[in-house]
């Protein structure tokens, strides 16, 4: 199911968007949302990892448990393989 949106834009992301939706011979709605869906991947991903690190901070402060410095690199290879999944699974939609 799709549903209309009307949005806002310049005059000049307008005539851009146009412009590409010609070229290519897609409807301005595809490009949209082809070139829209990685940024909102980004943005989703982004925000998960601040909500993240607030519950982080607020665990710390509540109990001063921290991580010594043989644990960051565990923490940094995991948050990396989250990252890694995700951006296959954001390929694999596509």
Known sequence: MSRQLNLRVSDE???RLERV???TG???SAVLETVGTPALDAAEADVRFEDEAFVAW???QM???RVEGHGIEALFTEA???ARRAAS???RKK
Do not use: D, N, V
């Open 13 to 15: 992301f307008a005539e």
């Open 63 to 65: 109990t001063g448990e």
């Open 80 to 82: 990396g393989e989250k």
């Open 26 to 28: 897609r409807p301005m």
């Open 58 to 60: 607020e665990a710390y």
């Open 21 to 23: 939706a010609r070229s």
């Open 89 to 91: 699974a954001s390929h």
